[in-house]
C-alpha cells in the first residue's frame, strides 16, 4: 500500500526541517564509521586492560577479527522490569562465543521506578535520570571496543536515555534486548477502584497494600500500558527489536531463545560482515514517524511526547508538537489497554498484539515499510511473531485478525478515528492532553482554577473537603527548571474520585503524568512553565479557565489577564534532600518541555 499523503508530508516536514543538523551528524558518523573500533589500533597495554578478566575470550580478543558486543545494562533487582537481565549477560556472551564472536558487558546505567517514587521527593530526579542515562551509556561505549552493542533496557526513561547514547554512537549497530511484561495478577480496574476507595477513607492501609501486592507481584513490566511498555512498542515500530519480541514473559524458553536470536543478529550486522546497520541508518525520520504512528494506534503513554524530540534530536532530527498532532488527527486508536480500557498488555499481545497491529497499519499506508531495521529491510517482517517449533526459532505470520475485538481492532473498524492526542494552544502557553481514556463529554471543561504549587497541597485539600464545584485544579512550578518536572500520577486518584462524585475536573500544569493517567482530562507540560515567568504564573485562584480538547485550546477569560506581573516562587525546597543537590545544573541547563525537557542534547 502506498504511503499516505498525510503522513508522507510530515516526514518530508521533519527532514526539510532536520537537512542542515542531520547532514552534520551523517558526516559525523560516516567519518567515525571509517575509523572503525580502536580495537585494532590499542596499544598492547590498553588491550591487555580491556580483555584481562575475559577468561576463554582473551584469544579471539587480541588476535582475531571476530565481532566483539559491547552490552549495556540497565539491570538492578529492584525494579521487576529490569531483575530478568540478570542472566542477560551469560547469555548473551554464550551465544555470542557460540557464533564465533565475543561479548562483555561495557558498562551498567542507572535505572530507578517511578513506581517507588510517587509523590516524594525522588520523584524531581525522574526525568534528569534520562540524561544521567545517556551520559553514563556513554562512558560505556567510550572504551571504543565493540563492533556493535546490545542495549539491555526497559523502563520510563531507561530506553530513551539508550536511545539517545545509541544515536550518538550511531556508527556501531545498536540491537535492543527486552525482558518482557510480567504475568498477569489483580486486574488493573480493580486496583484503581482499591486506590479510589482508600483515598476516601473507606479502607485502610493493609487492604490498600493488599491489592498493590496482588497486582506488582513478579518479574517483569507492569501490565499496564504505562510509559514502559511504550517504550517496548515503540522499539518494535522503529525496528530496534527482532519482531514480536516485546510482550514475551521473562524467563520463558522463548524469551531465552529470543535473547540468543538478538545476540546472533548483532553479530551478523557489524562492519565486518556482508550487513552492515549502524544505528544511526535505522534511527532516520522515517523509523521516527513510525514509533508516533505507533504512540496513537495504541494510545501510549505522554511521556513519549517528551522522549521521543530528545531521542530524535540525538540522531539529527528535529521534531515538533504539530508533528504528533497532526499524525495523531491520521491514525486510528486501534487498541483498549489499561488505562485506555480493561485489558492488560497480555491479553492485548494475545489477541494479536504488535505484530497484528503493524500488519494492519501498512495495510492503510500508516506505516514506512521502506525502512532499514535490525532484522533487514522493510517494516513487513514485523507483522509476523516469533514461536517455538521443536525448540527452533521461527517467525510465521499471526492469525490475520483481531482474536478479541475488545482489545485489539483493525485499522477500517478501530475504537476512534484518531489517536487521541491533541496539541493545546492558548493564552495559557503551549500543552498536550490525551483523551483517549476520556469520557468525550469531558473533552471541554470550563471552570474556576484552583491555584496549587505542589501536589501535596491538592492532597490537602481535598481530604479538608474544599473540592465542592467544578474545578479547574492548576499545579504550578512543576516544570523541568523548577523542579525537574515529576509525574503528578498520585493525584489521578482524587481526581477521579471527585469527577465520580459528579464534578466537572481537569488538570492543568507545567509538570507531567504518568503513562498509567487516564480518564481525568489533564492539559500537561504547559509551556513556557511557571517558573520561566511563563503564563501559569500569572494565574489567580478563581480566574475562568477553558480546557477545550476538541479545538485544542488552553485559554484563561479574564480581561486584565495579560497585564498581570508574574507570581515568583519559593523553589528552595526542590533543591537539597534525596540527591536534589545533586542536579542543580540540570534544573538550570534544561531545555523546554516542547523540545523534549532535555539537557545533554
Not at 587480541?62 to 521487576?80: E, K, Q
Not at 521527593?121 to 534528569?128: H, N, R, Y
Not at 484563561?556 to 542543580?584: C, H, K, M, Q, Y
Amino acid at each position: 500500500m502506498p504511503i499516505n499523503s498525510g503522513i508522507e508530508a510530515v516526514t518530508d516536514r521533519i527532514r526539510n526541517r532536520s537537512a542542515a543538523r542531520r547532514g552534520q551528524y551523517m558526516d559525523r558518523m560516516r567519518a567515525a564509521a571509517e575509523a572503525g573500533p580502536a580495537r585494532a589500533h590499542l596499544s598492547c597495554g590498553n588491550q591487555a586492560h580491556a580483555y584481562a578478566a575475559m577468561e576463554g575470550d582473551k584469544d579471539t580478543l587480541a588476535t582475531s577479527r571476530a565481532p566483539n558486543l559491547g552490552i549495556v545494562t540497565a539491570y538492578n533487582d529492584m525494579l521487576s522490569a529490569h531483575q530478568p537481565f540478570q542472566a542477560y549477560p551469560d547469555i548473551i556472551r554464550a551465544a555470542a562465543r557460540a557464533a564465533g564472536g565475543s561479548a562483555q558487558v561495557a558498562g551498567g546505567v542507572p535505572a530507578m521506578c517511578d513506581g517507588v517514587t510517587q509523590g516524594q521527593p525522588g520523584m524531581e530526579l525522574s526525568l534528569f535520570s534520562r540524561d544521567v542515562i545517556a551520559l553514563s551509556a556513554g562512558v560505556a561505549m567510550s572504551h571504543n571496543c565493540f563492533d556493535a552493542a546490545v542495549w539491555l533496557g526497559v523502563c520510563d526513561k531507561i530506553v530513551p536515555g539508550l536511545i539517545i547514547a545509541a544515536a550518538t554512537f550511531g556508527h556501531v549497530p545498536s540491537v535492543f534486548i527486552p525482558a518482557g511484561p510480567m504475568t498477569s495478577g489483580l486486574p488493573n480496574d480493580e486496583k484503581a477502584k482499591v486506590r479510589q476507595k482508600f483515598a476516601q477513607g473507606e479502607i485502610g492501609r493493609d487492604a490498600l497494600m493488599k491489592a498493590e501486592m496482588a497486582s506488582y507481584h513478579g518479574p517483569g513490566t507492569c501490565t499496564f500500558y504505562g510509559t514502559a511498555n511504550t517504550n517496548q512498542m515503540l522499539m518494535e515500530f522503529m525496528g530496534l527489536h527482532l519482531p514480536g519480541t516485546s510482550f514475551i514473559n521473562p524467563n520463558t524458553p522463548l524469551r531465552d531463545a529470543l535473547t540468543v536470536a538478538a545476540t546472533e543478529r548483532a553479530l551478523a550486522i557489524t562492519a565486518l560482515g556482508n550487513d552492515y546497520r549502524p544505528a544511526a541508518q535505522v534511527l532516520d525520520e522515517r523509523a521516527f514517524v513510525n514509533g508516533i504512528v505507533g504512540l496513537m494506534a495504541t494510545g501510549g503513554s505522554t511521556n513519549l511526547v517528551l522522549h521521543l524530540p530528545a531521542m530524535a534530536r540525538a540522531a539529527g532530527i528535529e521534531l515538533t508538537l504539530q508533528d504528533f498532532a497532526d499524525i495523531s488527527d491520521m491514525v486510528p486508536l486501534m487498541a483498549k489497554v489499561y488505562p485506555n480500557g480493561l485489558a492488560d498488555v497480555n491479553h492485548f499481545h494475545a489477541a494479536g498484539g504488535l505484530g497484528f497491529m503493524i500488519g494492519e497499519l501498512l495495510d492503510a499506508g500508516l506505516l514506512h515499510d521502506d525502512v532499514c531495521t535490525i532484522a533487514g529491510d522493510g517494516l513487513a517482517r514485523y507483522a509476523q511473531e516469533p514461536k517455538l517449533r521443536d525448540g527452533v526459532l521461527v517467525w510465521e505470520d499471526g492469525a490475520g485478525h483481531s482474536l478479541n475485538d475488545r482489545i485489539l481492532r483493525p485499522a477500517r473498524n478501530a475504537f476512534q478515528k484518531s489517536g487521541g492526542l491533541k496539541q493545546l494552544s492558548g493564552n495559557l502557553g503551549q500543552g498536550v492532553i490525551k483523551t483517549s481514556a476520556v469520557d468525550p463529554a469531558r473533552h471541554v471543561i470550563q471552570a474556576r482554577a484552583r491555584i496549587f504549587h505542589d501536589q501535596s497541597a491538592v492532597k490537602a485539600a481535598f481530604q479538608a473537603g474544599e473540592f465542592t464545584q467544578d474545578t479547574i485544579v492548576v499545579v504550578r512550578f512543576q516544570g523541568p527548571a523548577a523542579n525537574g518536572m515529576p509525574e503528578l500520577h498520585s493525584l489521578t486518584p482524587i481526581l477521579a474520585v471527585l469527577q465520580d462524585r459528579g464534578l466537572k475536573v481537569a488538570l492543568v500544569t507545567d509538570g507531567r503524568m504518568s503513562g498509567a493517567s487516564g480518564k481525568v482530562p489533564a492539559a500537561i507540560h504547559v509551556a513556557p512553565e511557571a517558573a520561566k515567568g511563563g503564563p501559569l504564573a500569572r494565574l489567580k485562584d478563581g480566574d475562568l479557565v477553558r480546557l477545550d480538547a476538541q479545538a485544542g485550546r488552553l485559554d484563561v477569560l479574564e480581561d486584565d489577564f495579560d497585564a498581570r506581573t508574574p507570581v515568583v516562587a519559593d523553589l528552595s525546597a526542590n533543591e537539597f534532600g534525596i540527591g536534589r543537590e545533586l542536579f542543580a545544573a540540570f534544573r538550570q541547563a534544561v531545555g523546554d518541555s516542547t523540545e523534549g525537557a532535555a539537557v545533554v542534547v
